[in-house]
């Protein structure tokens, strides 16, 4: 056993690296992201507010319109409601959480490193390059959100089918699937994979069965004690189907572009890297079908990284909706680039360069936490809702969840954003009239709706915008409802927020507008 393979092994059989990159990523949130400043929008704010709803003891389903599968958001739930025991709001909870789950994360991450690769450099490296995505720490500064928990899921699920524990491979990715319904891509992958390659060995497949089951079982508890199948069934899957079907039609490419626009513009290489690394990796395993010694990967595992980046690839194409879509792929992603790191190293036979690998990597990866602003915090929204309640009385959200979010309000609908689909869905059983009743009764004295008709840009971001060729403007619609409710009155208000459209440009922004409208007349 070489030097490098005998300090890996004491690595591993140590708990100090775990600690230390456990601590790590915990510290450069806290002392460069300003955590307890993030502010809560849009799909935060919608993810957030979900778990707060299971916070005060409601339904998920039948309460709200909510689409995904339940098992994180009820997890963040439960820690709401075990913060209240230390007098903390559910923000606090959820962003205390969220903060400790991303050291979880980037631990398991290095243990991944550790199974695929022999070379501590590389393994420090490669783990640098992941703790180096600036969304993880931006995401997780607010809420544990489902994603999140698919990433964790996906490093494990990983880590699991490279050493062939069959079982594990099944509960990690249907644990990733009852977070986030379309994580169910990974057990698909894993199934077309392991038919493909164990023909003769059904009982790999047998076990991936029960694994499956094993994770899938709480939420079926779930569903079952509360007697939500039909909600779920309802919002979750036909929602989803529809939805998705109607996004058919883009190129299987064009989430390469649409990924690395905006938030990951300054981490392009991530995605660069990786891919030669992924294609090294091919060739080795199936070119010239030799096993380097730089990586611990077999064919088996290679063919399932094929099919598991494609199949991702392929659902990115159709139903792409914002960069934490990607977020199943970026494990793949950053070990490819841990291959190019060990091709790298092991060609630098005297180790002269790896000192200077280190400051490069670094620099490249967390340069832009320094000077990091916030051009509206947390703090300022809720000054904002606040002389909004103190003006006008209690408020409906129409567009997003932000307003019940960060004021920790209890929607007085089911229908959560007022979004079409919402209304197609559940408009026989939910009249307008209904609702109508639920603001009287919830003393609703003001309606705040996002208009995104009237977002600027910044001269900067408009370039941009255009260069890529995404100029259209969103224009403003209303569901039956929501024309109802407002009932063609004029707007006595309106507030603005300023958003960063790229992360840490300060050049690149976004103004969204808000419509205040008073429905006591």
């Not at 069965?209 to 899957?237: I, M, R």
């Not at 360069?353 to 490069?360: F, G, K, Q, V």
């Not at 129409?398 to 959560?416: C, F, H, M, Q």
């Amino acid at each position: 056993m070489n030097n490098n393979m005998l300090k890996t092994k004491l690595a591993q059989e140590s708990i100090i690296p775990y600690f230390i990159w456990f601590l790590i990523p915990v510290g450069i949130v806290l002392a460069f992201y300003q955590p307890f400043q993030q502010p809560i929008l849009f799909d935060r704010a919608y993810l957030l507010f979900m778990s707060q709803v299971v916070e005060r003891g409601d339904k998920l389903y039948t309460s709200t319109t909510f689409g995904y599968t339940p098992l994180s958001t009820l997890f963040i739930g439960f820690v709401m409601k075990f913060g209240r025991f230390f007098q903390l709001n559910t923000i606090e909870s959820a962003r205390i959480f969220g903060i400790f789950f991303y050291g979880i994360i980037s631990v398991n991450f290095y243990r991944l490193c550790l199974t695929v690769f022999d070379n501590k450099h590389v393994i420090n490296l490669t783990t640098i390059s992941f703790i180096g995505l600036d969304y993880f720490g931006i995401l997780s500064s607010v809420n544990a959100e489902p994603k999140l928990w698919v990433l964790l899921f996906t490093i494990l699920g990983l880590k699991s089918f490279i050493q062939s524990r069959w079982f594990l491979v099944g509960l990690y990715f249907s644990l990733g699937a009852m977070c986030w319904h379309v994580d169910v891509l990974s057990l698909i992958a894993c199934g077309i994979t392991l038919l493909i390659t164990f023909k003769s060995k059904l009982k790999n497949l047998l076990k991936v069965f029960a694994g499956t089951l094993a994770g899938t079982l709480p939420v079926l508890l779930y569903l079952s004690v509360t007697g939500q199948w039909t909600d779920f069934w309802n919002q979750a899957v036909l929602r989803k189907l529809t939805i998705e079907g109607e996004e058919l039609g883009e190129s299987i490419f064009i989430w390469i572009q649409k990924g690395i626009y905006p938030a990951y513009l300054t981490e392009s290489l991530h995605f660069i890297i990786g891919l030669i690394g992924v294609i090294i990796l091919m060739t080795v395993l199936f070119i010239t079908r030799k096993k380097a010694a730089v990586m611990k990967f077999r064919q088996t595992d290679g063919l399932f990284i094929v099919i598991y980046c494609s199949i991702w690839a392929l659902f990115n194409s159709l139903e792409f909706q914002s960069n934490v879509d990607l977020i199943p792929l970026i494990p793949v992603v950053i070990i490819g680039m841990g291959i190019v790191y060990s091709i790298l190293i092991q060609s630098d036979k005297n180790s002269k360069t790896t000192p200077i690998a280190y400051c490069l990597i670094v620099a490249y990866n967390f340069y832009n936490l320094i000077g990091l602003n916030l051009p509206f915090t947390f703090q300022d929204q809720l000054q904002t809702y606040r002389k909004l309640n103190e003006q006008y009385g209690n408020g409906l959200s129409i567009g997003t969840t932000n307003y019940y979010a960060v004021t920790e309000s209890k929607n007085p609908s089911k229908l959560t954003n007022f979004l079409p689909y919402e209304e197609a869905f559940l408009g026989d059983e939910l009249l307008c009239q209904a609702i109508q009743n639920s603001l009287i009764q919830n003393n609703i004295t003001y309606i705040i709706e996002l208009d995104r008709s009237k977002r600027n840009r910044s001269e900067a971001q408009e370039n941009l915008i255009q260069l890529i060729g995404k100029g259209k403007k969103t224009p403003h619609s209303r569901t039956d409802c929501a024309e109802t409710l407002i009932n063609n009155k004029t707007a006595v208000d309106s507030i603005t927020i300023k958003l960063q459209a790229i992360y840490f440009l300060d050049n690149y922004y976004i103004n969204e507008s808000f419509m205040i409208y008073d429905i006591t007349n």
